[in-house]
């Protein structure tokens, strides 16, 4: 019977993908992300189709539901990432779906495996739950008190970080962290990847100092755009919003076809994905994410009116309090 895992290919989604591999061991794991499931989806050919830590946009949702109906393969869908009700209602009738926003997919795929998996697979969820700011759940809090609270936050931290390199940005090296995570090993036992989290950390620094010349500020929208740091776009949308002094942060990238966009705020009243995605809808756009990390994918060209709806929206809907 042939596996096929799909999930996102930063911290939760390696570790979620890990977790599902341990339970399947001779799966085949593919990095997927939203705006890319249903093409991905229409090439997946197994029996079981593992999804894990992958939104379901807007746009794509009612296309991926009449593909998912089709198709013979049984689908597990574990996801924290939020959807209408009336999409989820739709989800249940052609998956075994297991959604919960207020956790992480590390968390949600390891509770649902936890009996046919060893023990120690909490450790990579709970990796997956640091690496998504998704730690502070009541199983996740519960479970870090059997282990050395320092040691699991040096090995999330090492994910995190470590992927961020040149060295760990292509999908192979994802896949054997994956592997290796899968069969009982720790980020720090895959070679070369607390080197990597180390320079990492030494070039945020670096990239702060860049963010901070290159910034630009409109409104309360403060972002950058094409800078050459494309694996710190999170840390650059973040400084992006510390130097300007604004409230949404945004590290901005040129694509052939469209603009690919990284949200971040300090201000954590404002719901990230839900601006992102009312913004990116209102000009043709995609957007979502998390409550706090978010991102958007919009045509060339229109850069200025997404910063214009963003600006609009931060005034009308999600005024300061």
Known sequence: ???????????????????????????????????????????????????TDIAINRRDAEDIIKLMSKKKSEILYFDHHPVADRIKKRLKNVTSLYINENASASELIYKYFQ???????????????????????????????????????????TIVLG??????????????????LSKGGNPSDVPGLVLAAKKVVNEEFDVYEVVKKEAVKRGEVGYVKDLSFFGFRGPVALFASTVTDSRI???????????????????YSVPLNVLADDAADAIDGSGGGH???AGARIPLGK??????????LLETKFRRK
């Open 115 to 157: 009996r046919e998996i060893p023990r120690e697979r909490i450790w990579i969820a709970i990796y997956g739950a640091i690496g998504d700011y998704e730690e502070n759940t009541e199983f996740i809090e519960e479970r870090i008190l059997n282990w050395d609270v320092r040691a699991l936050y040096f090995e999330a931290s």
């Open 249 to 267: 942060g945004m590290s901005v990238y040129t694509r052939k076809n469209h603009l690919d966009i990284t949200m971040r705020s300090r201000d």
């Open 291 to 293: 409550v706090h990390a």
């Open 163 to 180: 992927i961020k390199h040149k060295r760990f940005e292509s999908y192979d090296k994802k896949r054997m962290i994956v592997d290796i």
């Open 1 to 51: 019977m042939r596996t096929l895992i799909l999930t996102h290919s930063d911290c939760d989604g390696i570790c979620a993908g890990a977790i599902a591999l341990s339970r399947f061991p001779n799966a085949d794991v593919f990095f997927t992300k939203p705006v890319s499931l249903l093409s991905d989806l229409k090439n997946a050919e197994a029996d079981r189709i593992v999804i």
């Open 303 to 312: 850069l200025d009116d997404f910063i214009a709806e963003i600006n609009r």
